[in-house]
């Protein structure tokens, strides 16, 4: 399995002679970051048109209905073509440097963390013994970003919204990173595609979820970590609309406001997938079984991986959305006592009950 | 010189000896020697600009520069784990509290001292020169195509790290409980005492 990149096997033998080794090795990371920009702009697209339907039918109301046609499909690529045409602001009091690198470090990093994510059993950008662990790594990037846009931006709301990104960080990462060793435990291994592969037993139903209770347990303070670490509501303190302005993204206009939603839209599906693969079976469902009864290790089987991955993965977006047109915000303090008082300690319990329910498996069968 | 023209002029600098470092290390030793150019100018740039900045928060914005670079340094080196660990820790923690603690001090505008700062560029560049050719004359250095090859992945770490005879289970469980006496003894000093909560009404309100 452990053989490189994807794109590199594909091209290898395509390549004529005068390209040489260093030639293919260039063409195939090209062509993965037009794959990884392609799917970020895309899972934006689409997300942020499904959000606008879902807030409207949460409230009643219809939404986008004009734009393309069929429920205002094209709301997003009008939008999208307004953003880039529209004046680039900043700030005379804004740091210039810091100002315009931030939405570059916010992207960069989340570029990098979807590096690791495969779409497909055949199909990765690179084969990582810690996939999730780099991920994860990564999305902690992030934070830098918002925090750096904050600051940078010589605004007061702006800067008590990085403070408030900075104090929910600190929050919110450890229970992130110990409900995730529950479920990390039952697979023995930090790459995605072998997890997904430890799932694949009971018909393509062997989620570590239904193998072991605690994981269960662990996943719901996972999916509220996420929602923190996504910045989604009710965790939206840095960006709050209705207390700060716009946060962070009170000063930023155009093309460079854009790029945080896409990296906010983006994460969404990165974490989702996440949760996906080491909670709710990753590539594997009763059709990926069926498909791979029908297709063995063929293309037919890895479009379908690729097919319930999307699904699982705009499932969780789903979620995420409904919960924030559900739920209130919380205030920071309630955040704090969230992250330290409540989801640190059942996060630590979720992983020792799942070592001792995975040692008794191994004692007793 | 202005505080504008100043900038310029060690932004410049930093390129050039960052674009000659990339430049040197392609020469001598291919792609893999311009990885450690960049990840190098990275980290030494990162710590040169940290010191240059006079805003305590871009000070701190520019570690992420070294942090990140020791990162790729460690990834050349073939331990991804240590790699990934650095980010986490270092940017994804440790910066975050460091920007928590400066982000509301204003820029300093005084006048940047610069004789002063040159003095401190001369001497600690003068010990490291000194202290530099001393280690490089006396240490043997290890070449990475004498040691033996590691394996980085996670399961080979955590074996090596838990395994009874040799292993650092000890060392490992010692370090979790000063780690939990350190955690219950900060929030023991930074709890509110009960003379703290005085009942705003006895104050004469708000």
């Known amino acids: 399995m452990n053989d490189g990149n994807a794109i590199y096997r594909f091209l290898q033998p395509l390549a004529p002679d005068f390209v040489g080794d260093w030639g293919v090795v260039v063409t195939a990371a090209m062509v993965g970051v037009g794959i990884v920009v392609a799917i970020v702009s895309v899972i934006a697209m689409v997300s942020v048109w499904l959000e606008r339907k879902v807030s409207a039918h949460i409230q009643c109301r219809y939404g986008p209905m004009y734009v393309g046609g069929w429920h205002g499909w094209a709301q997003t690529i009008a939008d999208g073509v307004k953003l880039l045409t529209k004046e680039d602001l900043i700030p005379v009091g804004a740091d210039r440097m810091l100002f315009m690198l931030s939405p570059s470090i916010l992207l960069g990093a989340l570029f990098a963390a979807m590096a690791a994510l495969p779409l497909a059993p055949a199909f990765y950008f690179g084969w990582f013994d810690l996939g999730v662990f780099m991920i994860l790594a990564f999305s902690s990037l992030t934070t830098i970003g918002v925090v750096m846009a904050g600051w940078a931006s010589n605004s007061k709301w702006s800067l008590y919204g990085a403070m408030r990104e900075a104090a929910q960080v600190v929050a919110y990462e450890i229970p992130l990173g110990v409900s995730l060793l529950a479920p990390l435990l039952v697979a023995g291994t930090f790459n995605l595609v072998e997890a997904s592969h430890d799932q694949a037993d009971f018909f393509g139903m062997g989620w570590f979820v239904f193998k072991n209770p605690f994981v269960a347990a662990a996943s719901v303070v996972f999916f509220i970590a996420v929602l923190a670490e996504t910045k989604r509501a009710p965790f939206d303190l840095p960006e709050a609309e209705s207390e700060l302005v716009a946060g962070f993204l009170t000063e930023y206009s155009g093309i460079r406001w854009s790029f945080f939603f896409m990296e906010e839209y983006a994460a969404m599906f990165l974490m989702s997938a996440v949760t996906a693969f080491f909670f709710f079976g990753g590539f594997e469902s009763p059709f990926t079984y069926l498909a791979h009864e029908a297709f063995g290790d063929g293309i037919g089987y890895q479009l379908v991986c690729f097919a319930t991955l999307a699904v699982k993965g705009f499932a969780g977006i789903f979620l995420m959305m409904w919960l924030r047109w559900t739920l209130p915000r919380l205030r920071i303090d309630q955040v704090m006592t969230m992250g330290y008082k409540y989801l640190t300690p059942i996060a630590l319990l979720c992983v020792l009950g799942a070592g001792l329910w995975e040692g008794l498996k191994y004692a007793l069968f | ?206």
Do not use: N
């Open chain 2, 1 to 206: 010189m202005d505080v504008r023209k100043q900038q310029l002029t060690f932004y410049t600098l930093l390129l050039v000896a960052t674009l000659a470092a990339l430049a040197w290390g392609t020469r001598t030793a291919g792609t893999q020697g311009a990885a450690f150019a960049l990840f190098a100018s990275f980290t030494l740039g990162g710590g040169l600009m940290c010191i240059w900045e006079r805003s305590v928060v871009r000070s701190a914005f520019s570690l992420m520069a070294t942090f990140c670079g020791v990162a790729g340094l460690f990834v050349l080196l073939g331990h991804d784990y240590l790699a990934m660990a650095q980010i986490l820790i270092y940017v994804g923690g440790i910066l975050v509290l460091i920007l928590f603690g400066v982000m509301l001090t204003p820029p300093d505008l005084k006048e940047r001292q610069l004789p002063r700062v040159g003095l401190g560029v001369v001497l600690v560049l003068g010990t490291l020169l000194a202290v530099g050719a001393k280690v490089a004359a006396t240490v043997e250095w290890a070449r990475a195509d004498t040691l033996p090859q590691i394996e980085s992945r996670a399961d080979y770490i955590g074996a090596a790290f838990l395994r009874a005879e040799d292993g650092y289970l000890v060392p490992f469980e010692l370090a979790a409980v000063l780690l939990t006496v350190a955690l219950v003894a900060a929030v023991y000093i930074a709890r509110r005492k009960p003379s703290d909560l005085v009942d705003p009404a006895e104050e004469g309100g708000y």
